[in-house]
Every structure is written in structure tokens, then in C-alpha cells.
């Protein structure tokens, strides 16, 4: 097909902003699917993501579209994950469009994972089509919605399309928009291939599937290819586009989208954003922008029982194969013998890993609470980055610590704006400025150190706000902080599992918090478990779960042995899922104490 | 004959009360229709001549405890029926003891009498507390008055051997009316007290009421008080606990319940009673209408056959309450486990905090008073998951 009949796009949209739906209304409108096949939000493949409401990973779909103009146009859309941890993966998906549908829920107006999201596809070149959603509901305001589309962004929202994707209004428009504005792709099909990678995932019987859209030239079956970042070499062995299930065809033509396999073992050899090359004929230079995804994010992940750890360590190289981004070590706990550091792009990543481990794999894990990678510089001048808490080297010999900041960008209403500095400030926040999207909602900037956001900085920005409020941010490097490490004694031994960094100024209360809640999600025992916090040898708080008195039943009669023994059953059960700690016994709950307080 | 290769003792259920206590989830229907009385009686009747579950050769000195619901609301009729088919079909011969229970609401000089001459020699009563408020809190139909009363009565009819239920941890209950009620009790005279912790067990009309705040528990240490006070204060008037929750003077055990502990096979007959046979438990259906109709042909069971690691866990966790302790000899003959081999190491930490001893000479397994208090931490480690 011709590049100039070509479109290649994607959907930038705020969480529920209905994103997914459009996607949905589209591929129905275009018949690229039968009303029959269409499951609802066909594009959220993965359970979880459907659970959760969210693009884990991305997807592209091919659709066939005949314009009013009377000419069929070959339309490809590319999703992009919609969480600030895929930032990196969402800039690699727009790279491969020319356009970007900006969605906006005409009852809420710009949020911040909107701005972020637009300020990418600005970078990225592409064109912008304002939509506004949701029309038909009687809270709708389009015309407050373009405004503020205009004074935000600052690109003309005129002929932005008013469209509901849940009733099917507009659904045309879109399209006709799409095919209007969108320009085609500029490729030269007689240069040697470039192609961009913008997603890869395992499958077992084809090996990596890379997501790519060709650049210049052409992706063929049997043509031997090179990723340009890691100068791996592989044959094709499939080629084709995205139904949104797998269609193959003989080749991938310049401007097109669609997905290669090339029996890659792994998917490390198929990072997203590195460039495939013809190895016969390859591109003089790869396309910009390519970059490792480092984690930022790290807990430690053990077998409750320690005989599963071969079996987590099978499972996490599993994961790998699916997720380059996921990194782990293998790390040995005092209190929890052998598991894994983790190493994750954020804390919903983070989340997912897990909870997959668990659900796919059948796995029952303690997590540590999650901290951030902090920069030690030693006295004696030696730096070294430290992942985990228990690492933290001794006070004495640390000549200063730093830790990574974001910059963060809230819109909340303007009512709120005293809340969240006085919030951002206790969270030892920066001020940068502060402007008025409108003349009742606020954007304002803040540097913040990632630990705070990874602690409890949403969720208290959720509450004092009522949930009104939108967060985006994105790393911005490491500053100097005055941290210290807090350790966590059960019965008078350091549980290093347990062991926070923590600013300085905050160590005292964090300690108190910290061990009360311990206190409270320790079962009671049969004896008297003392909790303390400690930094250095100065104890600085201390609790004790009073032992257990009493625990026995009272009463057992020729009828209900069955009964009772299926209750001692079921108690013995419970107490599987604990891990023991020396003498303690401590359920999963207390090595996520540190998130949970008040 | 090993005394486990027999029926110990005989079991029969009444599953009728005049009302059903609050926090009740044991098989019974508030009944006071007579004909439905009689007709239960009479299935009952066809159940024993059939032989019930329990293959086992009988005892001539099993037990009989006719237990509920409440037996005593019963027509005395209807109980001498009963008492006759167990007679006829061998099941009473000589028996070690028979009991029934009595529920202080129903008891009345000429009935208790009555039972008396059929033959019973013990008495249960469900005196639960002796305060009225607390009676009432949990829905029993008598007071302190006619709990005391029925007592005496029973006294009178000839019954030198008597228990009574008790429970402690009750909504609105204190320390100080728990020592009232044992005061008053054991003021009685009678060598048989058996002390339940309350179970607010789910679906029970106690359990909402607690979970919508209506009636509030005493805290966890509380009811741990309550329980030391029931211990110090029954061991001071000379009662020896010989089982968790069971205290007895000069010696009156309840022979019957010692069958259960030991973990010797039972024959039972009536809707929901259940029997053992030492390898199998067999439960009658517990919808009286359904055993009704059941019993016109051949009454179904439901049979669970427990595996050999079932078996021993439960032979555990039942000798474990008596204070003379699980025979481990008897353990090893019966189901080939040597328990101090196999559960050595779960075992050690509580014989180092002295919640477990051991007789090695005559191979039983005792939990000490702290054992006791915690002795689910122990069971536990018999039962398999």
C-alpha cells in the first residue's frame, strides 16, 4: 500500500478518560472486528490489566478504514501503557506515530497524566487532534475543555472533534479527523530498513515477538536482521500485523506497523526503543532515543516457604523473558534466608510483578516494603549505590547520602493549593512554580524526593485533596539528603528485613510509628515479643506484644471431633503464611508495615 | 478385647428444645408438639433395633448419655421407650453410667424422679450462670432460682451424681458475678462442674448481635481472668480439673465423655448423633423430618473414614485434654505412629517451655496448666494440612 494511505497513531488520555473505549468504538466502526468478536476493552488483554483498568503493555491494531473521500486508508493505532512507571515505554510508542489522539473527559478537563503525555508526543513531532469525550453526559462542558486544551497546551482546539464513545457519537468524526490531519509516513522505501521496536513480548512457541513499525525500508520474512543496541543478528521467521490478533503476511512495508519473530530467546535481546537493521545492508545510525529502562524501585522477594526458592527464581526468569525491564539478584535476609533483591521501573510495576508471581506461579511471598536506590559517598571517597536498607553502611563512615528526586506536576482545584504545598512541604518537597490553568484549577511544581512518593505522598494527596488532584513527575536526578537507616528489633535481634532509610528530622516519629504498628499486625504469642526502633545502638521507640493467655478449645464432645480437628486445620493453615523469625512468627503485613501508617 | 475394638459407650440424641439459646449452633428445633416427640421416639426405636452404624461388639458396662437439644423435654413416656429398645437390643445392659441431660427450665420433682427409676444415676444440668441478667442476655428459658431448685430436686430424686454447664466470657458478665455463680454452685454440693469459654460461633443469633454492637463481649484478657479465677477458685474448693474444661470432687468423672477423650469407639442413634467405630465417623442426617422419613426404611449416614494421620491427630488432640495425658503406647499399637519420633521436632520448644511432659515409663503425653491454657498451639501439631 501506498505511504501516503498509511496513518499511524495513538490515544494520549488521562486514567479513565476512556481511552480504552474510543480504542474499542473505533475497531468496531472500522469492521476490523465483528460486533461477535468484540469483547469489551479487547485492547487490556492481560487479566490484571483489565482488573485494574490500565494498559500494562502496549498493543497495536491494523484497521482498514474507506473515507468519505471515497479512498481506503490502512490505519494503525498504537496503545501505550498508561502509568507514569512506562513513561519511557509510552515515549517508544509514540515515536513510531505521526499522530496522537489527545482524549480529555469533556466533565473533567486536563489532568496531570494528560499534560505529561502531551508534552511526550510534543517531543516526539506529532501532530495533535483534541477530542473531547463524553458529551452526553449533562455535566459535559466541551467548550471549557477546549479552552482550557488552548491556554494549557496551547495548540487550536477549533476543530476538535466532540465525540462519545460510549454511545458512538462522533466515532466518524474521529476517523475522518484521523485520516485529515494525521500526516502519512516519509520513509524511503530504497533505503536499507529501520525499524523502531515500541513493544516485545514472550510467546512460547515463536519466541520474542517484537511490535515494530518500519521506518525506512522493508521488514521480510527470511531477511536477516541486527538490533542496532545490542548487534544480536537473527533470521525472520514471521511477519504480520495485529487483528488485534497475530495476521501474518510476507513482509512489513515502509510506514507500516506490525510485529516480527525471529526465534529471539529473550526478550534482553529485543529491548523496546533499539532499531532493527538490515544485517546484509544495514543502516549507517540507529534512530534516537534509545535507552536501558532502569529500575527505581526495589524490595526484596522471598518464598514464605524457603524450599519454593528455586521454583521463585524459575518464575522470575520467566517474567524476565516477557519484561526487560525487571531486574533481580539473588540476596540472602538474616530474617528471611534466600530470595531476591527486585529491582522495578515503579511501584505498580512492582505491584504486578508480585501479584503474577503469586496468581501464574501459585507462589506465596513476603515483600519487603519497597525503598528507592540511594548514592552513598564514604569518607573515604569510595560511592557506591545502595538498593537495599540492610546494605545502608554504617553511619560513621558515610560522608553524605543522596537520593533521586522527581519533578512533579499537580493540577488540583484552586481551593486545594494551600493542602498540597503544606503536604509537599512535609514531604520535604521543593517548590518550583506554581500557574493558573484556569481561573479554578492550579498546576504546580514541586521537586520531591521519589522515597516520599513511593511512601504514602498519592495516597495523602488523594485525601486531602478529595481525590481531585492529578499527579505526573518523572526523575530528575539525585540530591543530598540527611538520611539515616532505622532498624527494627524483635525480642532484641535486628530484623534486617525491616530496616527503613529515613530522613533524619522524621526518624524519631517514623521509629514510634512503625513499631506501633508492628505491634498491631504481630499476633500475640506465647510470650512477650518486645519491638524497638533503633538507629545506631540508640534505641528510640519500643512496644511490646503482650503474650498470648489463652488458646484452646473449650469444648470437645463425640460429635464434633471432625469440626474441630478442620479448625485446627485451618489455624495450622493461617500460620503457614507466616514467616518465622527467630522465635517470631510474623504474617506478610508487618514487612509492609512502613507503608501502611497513619 | 482391646477396649478400642468396642463400643465404649452409647449416644442418643434429642434434638428438641423449648427455645434455642442465642448463641446455639448444635442441632436442635425449638418442639413442644408432642406427636412430633413421639414420632421421633419411634424412628429412634427403629434405629436402635436396626443396629445402628457402629458394628462393633458392645460392652455390657458401655455408658449412656442421652444428650441434646434437651432430652428432658421429652415426654417421660417417650424416654422409657427409648430406655427399653436399648435394653432390648443390648446396647443397656450394665451400664458404668447413665446420664441425662436437663435443662433446669423442664425439670420438675416427679420427672426427675422418674428418670431415676429408669435407671439413669447422673444428672447434666445447663445451669450456664447463676445471674439472671446474664441468663437472660443469652436466651435461656430459667433463672438462677429454678437452676438452684432443679438441683435440689434432683438431690431429692436420688441423684448423688450431678453436673452442671457453665460458661464464662458472657456479654455484660464480670469477674464479680462469675465468683458468685461458682459460690453458689459448688455451694450445692455438687462434685461434677464443666467450664466453657463462650464461642460466638457465625450464624448465630449471638453472633449478629455482637457484630451490630448490641452486646459486647468481655476484652481478650478479661475472659483470660475469668479463666484463671474458674481455675483457682474450683481447685481451692478441692475439684480436679482431669480434663480442659471438666473439674470433678472425690473422683466423679463423667465415665461417658472419658470415652471420647480416649478416643474409644461409640454407637449413637438419633438425627445428627455421631457415632465411631474407631476408624470411620458416621452422622445421622440432622434434618428431623428427614431422619423421620429415613428411618422407615434403613437410615443413611454420612460416613467420613479418616486416614491413619487424621486418626492420630485426633487421638492427640482428644487424649491430650484429660490430665492424665494421650497414651502413646496405645497410639503405636492402634495406628503404628511413634509420636515422639515423628513429632520430635515440633514437639521440643514446648517441652522446653514446660507446656509439654512426658512419661516415658508409662509412654504418656501430658500438657502442663500452661500447656492447657495454649493447648490449640499443641494440637496443632498433630493435625496434617
Redesign the interface.
Known sequence: MDQSKIRNFSIIAHIDHGKSTLADRLIEHTGTLTKREMEEQILDSMDLERERGITIKAQAVRSMYKARNGEEYMLNFIDTPGHVDFTYEVSRALAACEGALLVIDSTQGIEAQTLANVYLALDNDLEIIPVVNKIDLPSADPDHVKREVEDVIGIDASDAVLCSAKTGIGIEDVLEAIVAKVPAPTGDETKPLKALVFDSKFDAYKGVVLYVRVIDGSLRKGMKIRMMATGAEFEVTEVGYFKPGLVNVDSLEVGQVGFFAASIKNVKDARVGDTVTDANNPAPAPLPGYRKATPMVFCGLYPVENSEYDNLRDALEKLQLNDASLVFEPETSTALGFGFRCGFLGLLHMDVIKERLEREYGLTLITTAPNVIYEVFRTNGDVEMVDNPSNFPDPTVIDHVEEPFVNATIIVPKDYVGAVMELSQEKRGEYENMTYLDESRVMIHYALPLSEIIYDYFDRLKSTTRGYASLDYELCGYRDSNLVKVDILLNGDPVDALSAIVHREKAQVRGRQLVEKLRSLIPRQMFEIPVQAAIGNKVIARENVRAMRKDVLAKCYGGDISRKRKLLEKQKEGKKRMKQVGSVELPQEAFMAILKMD | MKPYEQIQ?I?L?TPFCVQKCLYCDFASYACRDASVMERYTDAVCKEIASGGAVKLPVNPNATIYFGGGTPSTLPVECIAKLVDALKKNKYWQEPAEATIEVNPGTADLAKLKAFRELGFDRISFGVQSLNDTELKTIGRIHTAEEALQAIAWAEEAGFTRINADLIYGLPGQTMESLRKTLEQLVETGIEHISV??L?VEEGTPLATLINEGKLILPD??T??DM?ELVQNFLKEQGFERYE??NYAKNGQYSKH?L???KYEP?A?FGA???G?DGAS?F?ANEVVADYLSQTQEAVIYNE?NLSNE?LL??FM??GL?KTSGANLREARERLGIDVMERFASEMEPFFQ?E?LRYDSEQELLFLTERG??????I??IF???
Open positions: 459407650a449416644y440424641h466453657y469459654g464461642i481478650e484478657d475472659a483470660a479463666y480442659i474444661s465423655n470415652v471420647y477423650w461409640y449413637a445428627a448423633a455421631c465411631f465417623r452422622t467420613e487424621e491427630g485426633e488432640f482428644m485434654r517451655k507446656m492447657m491454657e495454649l493447648g490449640n498451639l494440637f496443632e493435625v496434617t494440612i
